[in-house]
T-cell receptor, first 115, second 114 residues
Framework: GESVGLHLPTLSVQEGDNSIINCAYSNSASDYFIWYKQESGKGPQFIIDIRSNMDKRQGQRVTVLLNKTVKHLSLQIAATQPGDSAVYFCAENNMGGGSNYKLTFGKGTLLTVNP | DTEVTQTPKHLVMGMTNKKSLKCEQHMGHRAMYWYKQKAKKPPELMFVYSYEKLSINESVPSRFSPECPNSSLLNLHLHALQPEDSALYLC?????????????FGSGTQLSVL
């Protein structure tokens, strides 16, 4: 089964509000996590990443928090804008075949921003 | 140039057809990936190439045949597909296929099998 999942499949917020998207992972050996944004008809777009030796990382309007104790990841978007409407995936990086790492995606959350 | 370019953007094929999907990147990346994505689902890994060698095959049926002619190009050859193979096929690349690397994705090829 999937080792990465999300608590909320959909999230609807008002423009200007802050958004929080959550993700649970089960592979304690995962050492690198990425949040991707996917708009309709496009491929996943990198937003922010975090390594397992960190608890928090900030970007422009986005913050990722990692809680390794409970295997939980979250993406916070400040002052959400209509252009933020998309599906958001968390992904974990762990060992695949041989010595190569692979990226496994969680289920995704559809974020809708209402003007 | 941080682009991964995929062609064609859309493809309709019959179950007896042979077609190929193409992917190109000029970022100097040495790892390239094929993912399959069904509607409203996350991308699922199919193949990984690292330094032009196939390093991961996620038990993909043989009707999908990947090829990496050089470090910039990745192909996916399709033959005798089934309607359930209809999906968005995404190509990605990263520096070398090692831990902690960002994957850069193309916009995908939307495939319909009739």
């Amino acid at each position: 089964g999937e080792s990465v999942g999300l608590h909320l499949p959909t999230l609807s917020v008002q423009e200007g509000d802050n958004s929080i998207i959550n993700c649970a992972y089960s592979n304690s050996a995962s050492d690198y996590f990425i949040w991707y944004k996917q708009e309709s008809g496009k491929g996943p777009q990198f937003i922010i990443d975090i390594r397992s030796n960190m608890d928090k990382r900030q970007g422009q309007r986005v913050t990722v928090l990692l809680n390794k104790t409970v295997k939980h990841l979250s993406l916070q978007i400040a002052a959400t804008q209509p252009g933020d409407s998309a599906v958001y995936f968390c992904a974990e990086n762990n060992m695949g075949g041989g010595s190569n790492y692979k990226l496994t995606f969680g289920k995704g959350t559809l974020l809708t921003v209402n003007p | 140039d941080t682009e991964v370019t995929q062609t064609p953007k859309h493809l309709v094929m019959g179950m007896t057809n042979k077609k190929s999907l193409k992917c190109e990147q000029h970022m100097g990346h040495r790892a390239m990936y094929w993912y399959k994505q069904k509607a409203k689902k996350p991308p699922e890994l199919m193949f990984v190439y690292s330094y032009e060698k196939l390093s991961i095959n996620e038990s993909v049926p043989s009707r999908f045949s990947p090829e990496c002619p050089n470090s910039s190009l990745l192909n996916l050859h399709l033959h005798a597909l089934q309607p359930e193979d209809s999906a968005l096929y995404l190509c990605a690349s990263s520096q070398g296929g090692r831990a902690g690397e960002k994957l850069f994705f193309g916009s995908g090829t939307q495939l319909s099998v009739l």
